[in-house]
């Protein structure tokens, strides 16, 4: 089983719906992670949580909210969806005492999001 | 303003040859560097990384390089192969932040 798994994997909708993409893991990391990635633009932070309790906004965090439900589960909403929202999404894990690596994350397989 | 940068948007290579895959950075503060390697449909997995007290790694086929005074990096990998072809993402992060600063990726592809 992978250890970090997003839902949906892939999901159309219209301008204007609330929209939620979820990601769980079960690596046990503390620290979770979204992003977006568009073409020719990379990867791009949206939002991060260091546990539970803590949320922080990262790059593009303008039209996005986030819920860090328990240390495994980390959503990411869209209250109204926007054309310019359409992307890639990807959710990503890293554990705070891997010594000497604690910057590497894991990444889900991503959930492709087109707004018409 | 973008603090990682790649160049080049994609590279071609014959199998058996090295592929070269350059970044640059512009934020002195960033002390640890890292490869990931995206196949289409799937969610980059880490490759290679390499800490600011260093100026090598190396893991197999893949070599990373680090020269701290021109801000600059570079993934070597020796022999290409048609396996590798892919998008290298290079990401940054600096002190005790441990937020990833990424390039915008190279497309490599391996040709047999």
């Known amino acids: 089983d992978a250890d970090v798994t997003q839902t949906p994997r892939n999901r159309i909708t219209k301008t204007g719906k609330r929209i939620m993409l979820e990601c769980s893991q079960t690596k046990g990391h503390d620290r979770m992670y979204w992003y977006r990635q568009d073409p020719g633009l990379g990867l791009r932070l949206i939002y991060y949580?260091?546990?539970?309790?803590?949320?922080n906004k990262g790059e593009i965090s303008d039209g996005y909210s986030v819920s860090r439900q328990a240390q495994a589960k980390f959503s990411l909403s869209l209250e109204s969806a926007i054309p310019n929202q359409t992307a890639l999404y990807f959710c990503?894990?890293?554990?705070?005492?891997?010594?000497?690596?604690?910057?590497?994350?894991?990444f889900g397989p991503g959930t492709r999001l087109t707004v018409l | 303003d973008q603090q990682v940068k790649q160049n080049s948007p994609s590279l071609s290579v014959q199998e058996g040859r090295i592929s070269i895959l350059n970044c640059d950075y512009t934020?002195?503060?960033?002390?640890?560097f890292l490869w990931y390697k995206k196949y289409p449909a799937e969610g980059p997995t880490f490759l290679i990384s390499?800490?600011?007290?260093?100026d090598k790694n190396e893991d197999g086929r893949f070599t990373v390089f680090l020269n701290k005074s021109a801000k600059h990096l570079s993934l070597h990998i020796v022999p290409s192969q048609p396996g590798d072809s892919a998008v290298y993402f290079c990401a940054a992060s600096g002190g005790s932040n441990y937020k990833l600063t990424f390039g915008k990726g190279t497309l490599l592809t391996v040709n047999p």
């Open positions: 934020n002195s503060m960033f002390d640890y």
């Open positions: 949580s260091f546990d539970v309790k803590d949320i």
């Open positions: 990503a894990t890293s554990d705070t005492y891997i010594a000497g690596a604690d910057n590497e994350q894991f």
């Open positions: 390499i800490s600011s007290i260093k």
